[in-house]
């Protein structure tokens, strides 16, 4: 992460935990065949940032420039009409996509967890102790979708996880507090709520944020939404808002995590996550 960046987080993120980042991986999957055209990359961009911590983005006056200016309900509803023009994937793809998405900066052979921070063989994926497995971060059975093509294959909120600590998680909601979690890498859990490890709560955030923007009742699943509460259940609510809102502000976007966006972005589903690019928009809309 250049001085520049990280000079540029604090001033747009003041009242933000300073945490340390992973570096963004070099990835050389093949690009698909209607790959948009690069984006600056990520050591070149820069964020202007104004007293209400706004930024600006590469894709402002193109792939944003519908959404640029606008706030509230309005600003939802052109974010939703952008992001829904994707290509879908299917669950099975969706292991080799993770590979690539999630590679160790450190190590091309292996993928970052989620939830514990573990580096680990990309080749221990399944279902076993000791392997990695697909997490949907907006669980599953919240709406019902499973793992059908659309919400239930959507990388932008699918991320590796410890088998042992993804049964942890389970369907729990997000909020704060309970007790550490085995092997968790600081995540903790309650008997109705998972909070992540601090380096990935505003990643969470924006994930869940992402399926309540991209995902509203109008492409055959349900209509997706945060809530305040805890214990969802079967519901297409996740909550706790205001605690994502919070760790959206307390963990601001990681080069790794925009590395990961244009990476869906550029080979895989050609839409980004609006909330990775401009983590304001989190409080201009809720």
């Not at 076993?128 to 059975?141: P, Q, Y």
């Not at 609510?237 to 307390?250: D, M, P, T």
């Given at each position: 992460?250049?001085?520049?960046?990280?000079?540029?987080?604090?001033?747009?993120?003041?009242?933000?935990?300073?945490?340390?980042?992973?570096?963004?991986?070099?990835?050389?999957?093949?690009?698909?065949?209607?790959?948009?055209?690069?984006?600056?990359?990520?050591?070149?961009?820069?964020?202007?940032?104004?007293?209400?911590?706004?930024?600006?983005?590469?894709?402002?006056?193109?792939?944003?420039?519908?959404?640029?200016?606008?706030?509230?309900?309005?600003?939802?509803?052109?974010?939703?009409?952008?992001?829904?023009?994707?290509?879908?994937?299917?669950?099975?793809?969706?292991?080799?996509?993770?590979?690539?998405?999630?590679?160790?900066?450190?190590?091309?052979?292996?993928?970052?967890?989620?939830?514990?921070?573990?580096?680990?063989?990309?080749?221990?994926?399944?279902?076993?102790v000791g392997d990695w497995n697909r997490e949907h971060t907006w669980a599953k059975?919240?709406?019902?979708?499973?793992?059908?093509?659309?919400?239930?294959?959507?990388?932008?909120?699918?991320?590796?996880?410890?088998?042992?600590?993804?049964?942890?998680?389970?369907?729990?909601?997000?909020?704060?507090?309970?007790?550490?979690?085995?092997?968790?890498?600081?995540?903790?859990?309650d008997s109705d709520s998972f909070e992540p490890r601090d380096a990935v709560k505003?990643?969470?955030?924006?994930?869940?944020?992402?399926?309540?923007?991209?995902?509203?009742?109008?492409?055959?699943?349900?209509?997706?939404?945060?809530?305040?509460?805890?214990?969802?259940?079967?519901?297409?609510?996740?909550?706790?808002?205001?605690?994502?809102?919070?760790?959206?502000?307390?963990?601001?976007?990681?080069?790794?995590?925009?590395?990961?966006?244009?990476v869906i972005y550029d080979t895989y589903q050609h839409n980004r996550n609006p909330?990775?690019?401009?983590?304001?928009?989190?409080?201009?809309?809720?």
């Amino acid at each position: 992460m250049t001085a520049a960046r990280i000079h540029r987080k604090a001033v747009a993120w003041a009242t933000a935990t300073v945490l340390a980042g992973l570096t963004a991986p070099a990835l050389s999957a093949a690009p698909a065949s209607a790959t948009p055209a690069s984006p600056t990359p990520v050591s070149a961009r820069t964020t202007a940032v104004t007293a209400a911590t706004a930024t600006t983005s590469p894709y402002d006056s193109t792939y944003y420039k519908n959404a640029v200016g606008k706030t509230g309900s309005s600003l939802k509803s052109a974010l939703h009409t952008i992001i829904s023009s994707q290509t879908k994937i299917s669950y099975s793809a969706v292991w080799n996509a993770l590979k690539v998405t999630d590679q160790d900066p450190n190590n091309s052979s292996n993928v970052i967890l989620l939830y514990s921070g573990v580096s680990r063989s990309k080749s221990l994926n399944g279902g076993d102790v000791g392997d990695w497995n697909r997490e949907h971060t907006w669980a599953k059975s919240h709406g019902d979708f499973g793992t059908a093509t659309g919400p239930g294959t959507d990388l932008h909120h699918l991320r590796p996880t410890d088998v042992k600590v993804n049964s942890v998680r389970g369907n729990l909601d997000f909020d704060n507090g309970g007790s550490a979690v085995a092997n968790g890498g600081g995540s903790r859990v309650d008997s109705d709520s998972f909070e992540p490890r601090d380096a990935v709560k505003g990643d969470v955030a924006r994930m869940i944020l992402y399926m309540a923007v991209r995902y509203e009742g109008d492409d055959g699943f349900a209509d997706l939404e945060p809530n305040e509460q805890v214990g969802n259940g079967s519901k297409p609510n996740i909550g706790k808002l205001s605690v994502l809102k919070a760790w959206n502000e307390q963990d601001p976007p990681s080069a790794f995590e925009e590395k990961r966006n244009d990476v869906i972005y550029d080979t895989y589903q050609h839409n980004r996550n609006p909330f990775i690019d401009h983590p304001e928009w989190v409080e201009s809309i809720w």
